[in-house]
């Protein structure tokens, strides 16, 4: 079966850390850039962060550059998010999605045509 | 960033009905442009790709039309399960960038 499963949300204070990850079946994993689309409660989709096939190529939101690490293990099929510092606007829905193309590229990303059910991750005191 | 102006927000309409949502880039964008559904509680689901290219297994009654600035999703005859949230997103130009959704729901 063709899947992205997330895991890894919790609740966690402000300025800890956190780290998400996908695990992808069904597809040759290695092929695809692939992403994180956040949502908070009740709001619409904000792309995080995007890395190509080989993580030769990797973008991120300004929200999160330089406190968010993205990173892939095309032997382990398996996606990651370090989040660190975390804030509270930082809550939300996370999902993992992969794209038609290979790499991180303005008009060569393509569209997300698989998602995940996405994990939940809560920043708060 | 490329913003993107969706509208309307929110929008009832009858079965059967003709339903348009528009997506306005504040550049041009080609035709880089992405069109999804997300039901209450389900993940999204891509319906439209390149402003027009409709996805394999999704109905006919859903299109996607424009390119450059100004872009136009329809659903021509509108069904029960149309409820959700539809997004469009540009991909032309790095973030990658969503309008803000339109609800469509049944009246």
């Known amino acids: 079966e063709v899947q992205l499963v997330e895991s890894g949300g919790r609740l966690v204070q402000p300025g800890r850390s956190l780290r998400l990850s996908c695990a992808a079946s069904?597809?040759?994993?290695?092929?695809?850039?692939m992403h994180w689309v956040r949502q908070a409660p009740g709001k619409g989709l904000e792309w995080v962060s995007g890395?190509?096939?080989?993580?030769?190529?990797?973008a991120y939101a300004d929200s999160v550059k330089g406190r968010f690490t993205m990173s892939r293990d095309n032997a382990k099929n398996s996606l990651y998010l370090q989040m660190d510092s975390l804030r509270p606007e930082d809550t939300a829905l996370y999902f993992c999605?992969?794209?038609?193309?290979?790499?991180?590229?303005?008009?060569?990303?393509?569209?997300?045509?698989?998602w995940g059910q996405g994990t939940m991750v809560t920043v708060s005191s | 960033d490329v913003q993107m102006t969706q509208s309307p927000s929110s929008l009832s309409a009858s079965v059967g009905d003709r339903v348009t949502i528009t997506c306005q880039a504040s550049?041009?964008?080609?035709?880089?442009l992405n069109w999804y559904q997300q039901q209450p509680g389900k993940a999204p689901k891509l319906l439209v790709n390149?402003?027009?290219n409709l996805e394999t297994g999704v109905p006919s009654r859903f299109s996607g039309s424009g390119s450059g600035a100004d872009f136009t999703f329809t659903i021509t005859s509108l069904q029960p399960e149309d409820i959700a949230t539809y997004y469009c997103q540009q991909y032309a130009n790095l973030p990658v960038t969503f309008g803000g959704g339109t609800k469509v729901g049944i009246k």
């Open positions: 999605a992969k794209t038609s193309g290979i790499n991180v590229l303005p008009a060569a990303l393509g569209a997300f045509d698989m």
């Open positions: 550049q041009d964008i080609s035709n880089y």
């Open positions: 390149d402003a027009s």
């Open positions: 069904g597809f040759t994993f290695e092929d695809y850039a």
């Open positions: 890395i190509g096939w080989s993580s030769g190529t990797s």
